[in-house]
């Protein structure tokens, strides 16, 4: 079992649709959880942290912790075609190592 | 600030020939990082470094050493390159009191 798993894609939703993006991790020694998006040929830029259970919310970007579940999950509201990316979840220990899961492909169709 | 900058962006290299990867990072960061990414998958870490003259193994450190230059320099090297060394790999720093990664640019690496 991969310590971070992301659900398969791609995912494909409609401009002004909601995208969520689900990952589930291994170590319950994690602490930190991030998405990272990541455009085609280029390096991951970080979009949400969340350290704690519950909502955050920044912009159209919504990220959800259920420690408890192990699971972590991204809501983007109205999405845009310019979030078509690809979405890397990620989760760290204090011993500031990142696990990354494979990724989500988003599609977003005009 | 450049952040971290990476070279080369592009190499080519036969099998069982060797290079370094340069990385630099301008953020006064203690924590550097070296990654590859492979086609449809996600980051796999290869050495870090949590701070100046500590270096130690990630999840797939065969085939690689690093050297911490200094606190602003974190190299790759492959002594003897294998095609499954083909990927893009990425240099990512952070700072010690967070846990956000900066990544860099990336290097594509292809071995024939």
């Known amino acids: 079992q991969k310590e971070v798993e992301q659900n398969s894609g791609p995912l494909s939703v409609p401009e002004g649709a909601i995208a969520s993006l689900n990952c589930t991790y291994s170590d319950r020694g994690s602490q930190s959880f991030f998405w990272y998006r990541q455009y085609s040929g280029k390096s991951p830029e970080l979009i949400m942290s969340?350290?704690?259970?519950g909502d955050k919310e920044d912009g159209r970007f919504t990220a959800q912790l259920n420690k408890a579940s192990q699971y972590v999950s991204l809501l983007i509201r109205d999405s845009q075609p310019s979030d078509s990316a690809t979405y890397l979840c990620?989760?760290?220990?204090?011993?500031?190592?990142?696990?990354f899961g494979d990724g989500t492909t988003l599609t977003v169709k005009p | 600030n450049a952040g971290v900058t990476q070279t080369p962006k592009f190499q080519v290299l036969k099998t069982g020939q060797s290079m370094t990867l340069q990385c630099a990072q301008d953020m006064n960061h203690n924590s550097m990082y070296w990654y590859r990414q492979d086609p449809g998958m996600g980051l796999r870490l290869i050495y870090y470094?949590?701070?100046?003259?500590?270096?130690d193994k990630g999840e797939v450190p065969n085939g690689y050493n690093v050297s911490r230059l200094n606190k602003r320099e974190f190299s790759l090297r492959l002594e003897s390159a294998a095609p499954s060394q083909t990927s893009v790999y990425f240099c990512a720093s952070k700072p010690t009191n967070q846990e956000t990664q900066y990544f860099g640019p990336g290097t594509r690496l292809l071995v024939l």
């Open positions: 969340i350290y704690s259970n």
């Open positions: 990620a989760s760290s220990t204090n011993a500031g190592k990142s696990t």
């Open positions: 470094s949590a701070s100046e003259g500590t270096t």
